[in-house]
């Protein structure tokens, strides 16, 4: 097989331009979310590395964020939560609740532990709030003998600024749904 000058010239020139590419364009090199680049830091241990953060979901555009416990699934040391994002607008009511657990002083997400609920609803004048279970991802159906319908029943309040209280459940404005601090 013969070797031409023409396919060696060519690789070296698209090393040379990688080279360049990556030299011009820092964003190539290096990860815009690592957290540390400092030089004095000893040649064997790597960067610490911060990842983005998550997108941002449907449910919680505009959300008031709040907790309510799930007391059936909690044990000494291990409480759970359902995570709800509440959207408010007119007299349209919709409310998505997600499980989520608090170990060690630290929140994290179930991947399907306690199911997650979608509902929809509305306000009468009231102040009641009347939503109905339009979907759930994880979740047993209720037994016919257990009075459990997917329909609830609330009243609805704003107590302050940036909050509303929905039954029990205060949800904020002011709580990040991405925030690992346990309610």
């Given amino acids: 097989m013969k070797i031409r000058w023409r396919h060696i010239t060519?690789?070296?020139l698209s090393l040379i331009l990688f080279g360049a590419a990556v030299i011009c364009f820092p964003i190539?090199?290096?990860p815009s979310y690592v957290a540390s680049t400092s030089t004095t830091a000893e040649p064997d241990k790597l960067p610490v590395v911060v990842p983005p953060p998550p997108p941002e979901l449907p449910e919680y555009r505009d959300a008031y964020i709040g907790y309510e416990p799930i007391r059936h699934m909690s044990s000494p040391g291990d409480a759970w939560?359902?995570?709800?994002?509440?959207?408010v607008n007119g007299s349209t009511i919709e409310l998505y609740k997600s499980p989520v657990s608090c170990q060690n002083n630290e929140l994290s997400w179930s991947a399907s532990d306690g199911g997650f609920f979608w509902y929809q609803g509305k306000i009468?004048?009231?102040g009641i709030a009347t939503l109905t279970l339009l979907k759930c991802d994880y979740c047993l159906e209720p037994a016919a003998h257990s009075g459990k319908t997917g329909i609830i029943r609330e009243q609805i309040s704003y107590p302050s600024p940036g909050t509303v209280q929905l039954g029990k459940v205060v949800y904020s404005r002011?709580?990040?749904?991405?925030?690992?601090l346990c309610p």
Wanted: hydrophobic content about 35%.
């Fill in 10 to 12: 060519v690789f070296a």
């Fill in 28 to 30: 190539l090199r290096k």
């Fill in 81 to 87: 939560y359902y995570q709800g994002a509440l959207r």
């Fill in 124 to 126: 009468n004048e009231n």
């Fill in 174 to 180: 002011a709580i990040s749904p991405h925030s690992r």
